[in-house]
């Protein structure tokens, strides 16, 4: 029987399925708190928006992409439980992302938009 | 270990991570596949603001995107889409718990809130074409329909896929046996939030 179920993984270890969900998911009383965390860094973003003449242009697009980078990450590791999950899920979905930012700023730059 | 442990026990059938068939990597090759979707999503959106961030100031005439823009409308679809995305993730949990009543009022929640994502969408862009910004008026309102337009594409797709999941626990299919089913399309919402998370910071909060 185990044999059998061996020759069917074609070699993949047994604990390669335990690893796929190695660690238990967030409660939600946990996804309430990050929602509300992710619902003030809004906030705060607003109100950057407004406060661009107070703050001057480069702390609000400095702090706006810092507000927006950290949101992103929040929602991928605990509502997509990537902090969770196997790593093989992460490395796909961020090959992925890097992928894109890679080609993207070349892409730009070739267009000289930056200067 | 039996290989019950593998196939068809309540165990690996209920848990995410855990593929109920086998598979050569041990993880689900739905989720797996699901996650190489998402990273070549990457692709589509990445091309579609990097577009937008080139053209949106190189129009020769109006409206500009100053012009336009009502942020504070933009924002409350932006905090409604972000609580979707803890709707979503709160019937995830309810279906591993195998509580398929608050799974299927968290999936309706969930539409709900994207319809009125939409809705505000819809509304929005209405409000644009009344301000004189068509689809051809400008390179500006080409980019910017053609970016916000494939976001709102993404989210009724969602929103099909919801209801769909809706009525099929509505129907008794949707146990605890299809939790991955659940987990999977929660993916693919919690995506499209998180490009809305970039859509609404590049395309109108960054001055």
Redesign the interface.
Same mark, same amino acid.
């Given at each position: 029987?185990?044999v059998?179920?061996q020759s069917? $993984?074609?070699?993949?270890?047994?604990?390669?399925? $335990?690893?796929?969900?190695?660690k238990p998911?967030?409660?939600?009383r946990d *996804?309430?708190v +990050?929602?509300i965390i992710?619902?003030l860094i809004?906030a705060l973003? +607003?109100a950057? *928006?407004?406060l661009?003449d107070d703050l001057g242009?480069g702390l609000?697009?400095g702090g706006? +992409?810092t507000?927006?980078i950290v949101?992103?990450a929040m929602?991928?590791a *605990? @509502?997509?439980?990537l902090k969770f999950?196997?790593p093989? @899920?992460r490395r796909?979905?961020v090959?992925?992302?890097l992928?894109? +930012?890679g080609? *993207?700023i070349a892409?730009?730059t070739s267009?000289h938009?930056w200067s | 270990?039996?290989?019950t442990?593998?196939?068809g026990s309540p165990a690996?059938e209920s848990?995410?991570?855990?593929?109920s068939h086998?598979? !050569?990597?041990?993880?689900?090759n739905e989720?797996?596949g699901m996650?190489?979707f998402?990273?070549?999503?990457?692709?589509l959106?990445?091309?579609l603001? !990097?577009t937008y961030?080139?053209l949106r100031h190189r129009s020769v005439s109006g409206p500009e995107p100053a012009d336009v823009f009502d942020?504070?409308f933009t !924002?409350v679809s932006?905090?409604v889409l972000?609580?979707s995305?803890?709707t979503?993730?709160?019937a995830v949990?309810a279906i591993?718990r195998a509580d398929e009543r608050r799974c299927r009022t968290w999936l309706l929640t969930t539409a709900m809130l994207g319809s009125v994502f939409i809705a505000g969408q819809v509304y929005e862009f209405t409000a644009f074409v009344n301000e004189g910004l068509g689809y051809t008026t400008n390179i500006f309102g080409s980019a910017f329909y053609t970016l916000t337009g494939f976001h709102g594409v993404h989210v009724s797709v969602g929103i099909i896929f919801l209801m769909s999941l809706f009525v099929m626990s509505l129907r008794g299919n949707l146990g605890t046996e299809k939790a991955e089913t659940v987990?999977i399309f929660?993916?693919y919402w919690?995506?499209v939030?998180?490009v809305w998370?970039?859509i609404?910071?590049?395309v109108y909060?960054?001055?």
């Open positions: 029987m185990s059998s179920m069917e $993984h074609k070699g993949a270890p047994l604990e390669a399925h $335990h690893e796929a969900h190695s998911h967030p409660r939600d *996804y309430v +990050i929602a992710l619902g809004t973003e +607003i950057f *928006y407004f661009e242009s609000v697009i706006l +992409i507000m927006m949101k992103f929602v991928a *605990y @509502f997509m439980h999950d196997n093989m @899920f796909v979905f090959f992925g992302l992928l894109a +930012i080609v *993207y892409a730009l267009m938009f | 270990m039996s290989d442990a593998v196939h690996a848990d995410p991570g855990v593929p086998a598979t !050569s990597t041990g993880l689900s989720k797996l996650w190489v998402l990273g070549s999503d990457c692709l959106f990445g091309g603001i !990097s961030l080139l942020i504070p !924002s932006s905090f972000l609580m995305s803890l979503m993730a709160l949990g591993h987990e929660g993916l919690h995506f939030d998180i998370i970039l609404f910071t590049v909060l960054i001055p």
